[in-house]
């Protein structure tokens, strides 16, 4: 079994923060080092197909959780909190249903529990026109993007995903190939009998419409002892645009 590439940061109560799609554990290090200045262990995960971790054809929530419990046996984790954003959200829920045992406390940002239809498609055909045969330089593959993705802060997030293969020759961490075949499994929705009791956090963007009020009572059908909590002036990376908010509820809720 392959592990995740992790980055563990701080001493104290295990925190294991996994990023959304296309995203990578280096999105959260500003935060990170602040559960840590507060007394946890922080492991920056990055999930498979992202980041430094391994690359695989299998892709869905089921593996994605079967690969934090074999991260957490290696470590001899006993039980940790999780904090998992968009696709990370969905596998954390997926690992506190599945082995609520090793889940202490919950949070999910900006996610729900239920299917979402795929969606990512014009980013990932975006994506598919850099051409690193050509492109040598990180602002030459911002010039690229900018010709179908307009928005300045979605861009960068995705540019954070390229490095030196090579030298002279760039490429990306993730693994486009599998992430656009299996795009459908980035939506599922949990089982509709996975059920998690301990406490659980959910956060929305005020100005994000990935979770809705309608969604309140599927959030409460799956982990009755949610809290669903508003972030303001924040968009689906509420934790990049207000991590202000973002860190006062996670950890006021966590040391609750």
């Known amino acids: 079994m392959e592990l995740l590439h992790?980055?563990?940061?701080g001493e104290g109560?295990?925190?294991?923060?996994?990023?959304?799609?296309?995203?990578?554990?280096?999105?959260?290090?500003?935060?990170?080092n602040q559960y840590a200045e507060n007394g946890y262990q922080v492991h920056l995960i990055d999930q498979r197909n992202h980041g430094k971790s391994f690359h695989s054809i299998h892709f869905?929530?089921?593996v994605m959780s079967e690969d934090l419990i074999s991260y957490m046996n290696h470590l001899q984790i006993d039980k940790a909190a999780v904090i998992g954003h968009s696709m990370g959200g969905k596998t954390a829920m997926q690992l506190a249903t599945s082995k609520p045992k090793l889940v202490s406390k919950?949070?999910?940002?900006?996610?729900?529990?239920?299917?979402?239809?795929p969606h990512h498609q014009p980013i990932l055909d975006a994506l598919q026109e850099l051409d690193f045969n050509k492109i040598t330089s990180r602002k030459e593959a911002d010039e690229v993007l900018s010709k179908n993705i307009t928005d300045f802060g979605t861009r960068q997030f995705l540019l954070k995903n390229l490095y030196w293969?090579?030298?002279?020759?760039?490429?990306?961490?993730?693994?486009?190939?599998?992430?656009?075949?299996?795009?459908?499994?980035?939506?599922?929705?949990i089982s509709s009998t996975a059920n998690y009791e301990g406490p659980t956090l959910f956060l929305r963007g005020d100005r994000s419409e990935y979770i809705?009020?309608?969604?309140?009572p599927e959030i409460k059908k799956h982990f009755p002892n949610a809290l669903i909590e508003m972030v303001e002036n924040a968009g689906h990376w509420l934790h990049a645009?207000?991590?202000?908010?973002?860190?006062?509820?996670?950890?006021?809720?966590?040391?609750s």
């Open 6 to 9: 992790s980055k563990i940061l």
């Open 13 to 32: 109560k295990p925190l294991l923060i996994l990023h959304g799609f296309l995203g990578m554990s280096d999105n959260w290090k500003t935060l990170g």
């Open 60 to 62: 869905d929530y089921d």
């Open 106 to 117: 919950l949070i999910v940002a900006d996610i729900s529990p239920k299917y979402y239809p």
């Open 165 to 189: 293969v090579a030298q002279k020759k760039l490429g990306l961490r993730f693994n486009m190939e599998v992430l656009k075949d299996k795009m459908d499994e980035i939506g599922e929705n």
């Open 212 to 216: 809705q009020a309608s969604d309140f």
């Open 241 to 255: 645009e207000n991590p202000k908010q973002f860190f006062q509820f996670t950890v006021k809720f966590l040391n």
